[in-house]
């Protein structure tokens, strides 16, 4: 079992079993978490699958935010230096244990 | 049993199951709506992300499970009753009742109608042929992926969005591509001229044949199967398969029946309220009284309209007012489009187009109304602030690529 953790606007921590394969963003969406617009449904179109990457397990390795992921981020006004789109990192056992926070809405 | 005994009361019902009606629903119970709310939606299938239709869906590169926009659960865990694979007919403001073409007749407190739009069809002769598709449903996209391995010649009718990200699709997968287009350039209705220019050179370099100013006047076929696209000119495109991207009509005949003010789509004030009480209307078939004068048909504008109205009925008024934008992948081009160009009267390209990464900004009496952005998300990013301050900037420094949007001054306030 992989776990992710998303804490929601509200502060509130919540952990489920994450499905390998699928984005961190499918992840969130298919968990219910309905903060998270994400309406180019995942094509780094837009920037409304923002989250913040709170913890990483110490073995793990994101794969590093492409030129446009992070000219897309930019232009978010609650971008911070743990910023990503949701939807650029594929889940897998690695990353089990991750805590992402949903940012704010531009 | 009359029908009438049948009836079923929701505090809200939304009529529509596409990103609108979902996010409506969605929003309804982020505020804290406690009410009933029903959901009915035309397609069978759970709200899922319609823009992929003509994009990975098409191209086999995205399976249906990974696009549906809530998961099943989702729907029960927020009490949104689902009704799925029904049309409403009627909608009558008096007793605040709809009914649908099942004869089920649900009375509600507030009715959002967000049903979107049907395909315009084809009305030429051989247009009722076997073998021509349309790209809108789910349904209509599966119909069309079945066909394909035995196609090897599709035309495309009509050079818009649909048309060309559908090009796109067919000739990665090796097929021959006619795109046939009434007007002297693709993507007139929603482009400036340089945008067009650089579509069809990208298409016609992959194979694309492109026919410009070109009617289509019958479709001929063989055994009730269409075989050939007959232009006005007399000339005969041979065709497997056709498809037709002509843009949608929207759908709202049940609302306008009923009374609703409509001019192209259904009128609605700063919070999606039609002239009808308790009936607000939202999306692509909604056309804001105040706003540029035109419906826009984008998951932005439904899903953004769909917050503004269900806010409204949860009792906080605030006046829609996001910045429009929009998307197409085409081959490996991303275009992104930041506000609405409607009503343009200059253009300044910014970059050289032969790079393949460029932008085309849109200005009305000097201040910018809109970009659309290939391969450039940087100036997507930073040209949203100048559409949304409709800044004022000498044209000159627009198209100065050695500086970004950010840096430039404005000419003046």
Same mark, same amino acid.
């Given at each position: 079992?992989?776990?992710?953790? =998303?804490?929601?606007?509200?502060?509130?921590?919540?952990?489920?079993?994450?499905?390998?394969?699928?984005?961190?963003?499918?992840?969130?969406?298919?968990?219910?978490?309905?903060?998270?617009?994400?309406?180019?449904?995942?094509?780094?179109?837009?920037?409304?699958?923002?989250?913040? =990457?709170?913890?990483?397990?110490?073995?793990?390795?994101?794969? =590093?935010?492409?030129?446009?992921?992070?000219?897309?981020?930019?232009?978010?006004?609650?971008?911070?230096?743990?910023?990503?789109?949701?939807?650029?990192?594929?889940?897998?056992?690695?990353?089990?244990?991750? =805590?992402?926070?949903?940012?704010?809405?531009? | 049993?009359?029908?009438?005994?049948?009836?079923?009361?929701?505090?809200? *019902?939304?009529?529509?199951?596409?990103?609108?009606?979902?996010?409506?629903?969605?929003?309804?119970?982020?505020? @804290?709506?406690?009410?009933?709310?029903?959901?009915?939606?035309?397609?069978?299938?759970?709200?899922?992300?319609?823009?992929?239709?003509?994009?990975?869906?098409?191209?086999?590169?995205?399976?249906?499970?990974?696009?549906?926009?809530?998961?099943?659960?989702?729907?029960?865990?927020?009490?949104?009753?689902?009704?799925?694979?029904?049309? #409403?007919?009627?909608?009558?403001?008096?007793?605040?009742?709809?009914?649908?073409?099942?004869?089920?007749?649900?009375?509600?407190?507030?009715? %959002?109608?967000?049903?979107?739009?049907?395909?315009?069809?084809?009305?030429?002769?051989?247009?009722?042929?076997?073998?021509?598709?349309?790209?809108?449903?789910?349904?209509?996209?599966?119909? !069309?992926?079945? %066909?394909?391995?035995?196609?090897? $010649?599709?035309?495309?009718?009509?050079?818009?969005?649909?048309?060309?990200?559908?090009?796109?699709?067919?000739?990665?997968?090796?097929?021959?591509?006619?795109? #046939?287009?009434? /007007?002297?350039?693709? !993507?007139?209705? *929603?482009?400036?001229?340089?945008?067009?220019?650089?579509?069809?050179?990208?298409?016609?370099? $992959?194979?694309? &044949?492109?026919? !410009?100013?070109?009617?289509?006047?019958? !479709?001929?076929?063989?055994?009730?199967?269409?075989?050939?696209?007959?232009?006005?000119?007399?000339?005969?495109?041979?065709?497997?398969?056709?498809?037709?991207?002509?843009?949608?009509?929207?759908?709202?005949?049940? /609302?306008?029946?009923?009374?609703?003010?409509?001019?192209? @789509?259904?009128?609605?004030?700063?919070?999606?309220?039609?002239?009808?009480?308790?009936?607000?209307?939202?999306?692509?078939?909604?056309? +804001?009284?105040?706003?540029?004068?035109?419906?826009?048909?984008?998951?932005?504008?439904?899903? &953004?309209?769909?917050?503004?109205?269900?806010?409204?009925?949860?009792?906080?008024?605030?006046?829609?007012?996001?910045?429009?934008?929009?998307?197409?992948?085409?081959?490996?081009?991303?275009?992104?489009?930041?506000?609405?160009?409607?009503?343009?009267?200059?253009? *300044?390209?910014?970059?050289?187009?032969?790079?393949?990464?460029?932008?085309?900004?849109? /200005?009305?009496?000097?201040?910018?109304?809109?970009?659309?952005?290939?391969?450039?998300?940087?100036?997507? *990013?930073?040209?949203?602030?100048?559409?949304?301050?409709?800044?004022?900037?000498?044209?000159?420094?627009?198209?100065?690529?050695?500086?970004? +949007?950010?840096?430039?001054?404005?000419?003046?306030?």
């Amino acid at each position: 079992m992989a776990t992710i953790s =998303v804490r929601t606007r509200n502060g509130e921590l919540h952990s489920f079993d994450g499905r390998i394969g699928a984005s961190l963003m499918e992840n969130i969406r298919n968990a219910g978490f309905d903060e998270l617009l994400a309406m180019c449904g995942g094509c780094l179109s837009c920037a409304t699958c923002h989250v913040y =990457v709170e913890q990483l397990p110490s073995s793990a390795n994101l794969p =590093v935010s492409s030129i446009d992921e992070t000219e897309l981020l930019e232009g978010s006004d609650y971008r911070r230096e743990n910023s990503r789109l949701s939807c650029q990192i594929p889940f897998d056992e690695t990353l089990s244990g991750i =805590v992402i926070g949903i940012a704010p809405e531009d | 049993m009359k029908p009438g005994n049948l009836t079923q009361s929701f505090d809200c *019902v939304i009529v529509g199951g596409g990103h609108g009606g979902s996010q409506t629903a969605a929003a309804l119970r982020q505020c @804290g709506f406690t009410g009933s709310i029903a959901l009915i939606g035309a397609e069978p299938e759970i709200p899922y992300d319609r823009p992929s239709l003509s994009k990975d869906y098409l191209a086999g590169k995205k399976t249906f499970d990974r696009m549906h926009l809530r998961p099943q659960d989702f729907w029960g865990a927020r009490e949104v009753e689902l009704l799925l694979g029904r049309h #409403v007919r009627t909608v009558d403001p008096t007793t605040h009742t709809v009914m649908t073409d099942r004869g089920e007749q649900f009375s509600y407190g507030q009715l %959002v109608w967000a049903a979107g739009g049907d395909p315009r069809k084809l009305s030429c002769p051989g247009s009722d042929l076997a073998g021509i598709f349309y790209i809108r449903s789910k349904a209509d996209c599966d119909a !069309l992926i079945d %066909v394909l391995p035995g196609a090897r $010649r599709i035309v495309i009718i009509g050079g818009g969005y649909v048309g060309l990200e559908a090009a796109a699709v067919f000739r990665e997968i090796g097929k021959d591509v006619t795109l #046939v287009e009434a /007007l002297d350039r693709v !993507l007139a209705r *929603v482009a400036g001229e340089p945008v067009s220019r650089f579509y069809e050179k990208e298409h016609r370099a $992959r194979g694309v &044949d492109i026919r !410009l100013n070109s009617n289509v006047a019958s !479709l001929q076929g063989v055994n009730g199967r269409v075989s050939r696209v007959v232009l006005e000119t007399g000339d005969a495109i041979a065709a497997d398969v056709v498809v037709v991207g002509i843009g949608i009509i929207p759908s709202v005949g049940p /609302l306008v029946t009923a009374g609703a003010k409509s001019t192209n @789509g259904i009128d609605i004030d700063a919070v999606c309220r039609t002239s009808l009480a308790d009936i607000y209307c939202i999306g692509d078939c909604a056309r +804001l009284e105040n706003g540029p004068g035109i419906r826009i048909e984008s998951v932005q504008n439904a899903t &953004d309209q769909a917050i503004t109205a269900a806010k409204a009925i949860c009792g906080e008024f605030k006046a829609y007012d996001a910045t429009p934008w929009f998307w197409s992948n085409q081959y490996d081009l991303k275009m992104q489009t930041v506000g609405l160009n409607y009503g343009f009267d200059s253009v *300044v390209t910014r970059g050289d187009p032969a790079t393949r990464s460029f932008c085309v900004m849109y /200005l009305k009496k000097g201040a910018v109304l809109a970009l659309d952005c290939i391969n450039s998300p940087r100036d997507y *990013v930073q040209g949203r602030k100048l559409v949304e301050s409709a800044a004022r900037i000498d044209p000159a420094a627009l198209a100065d690529t050695s500086r970004q +949007l950010k840096e430039i001054d404005l000419v003046m306030s």
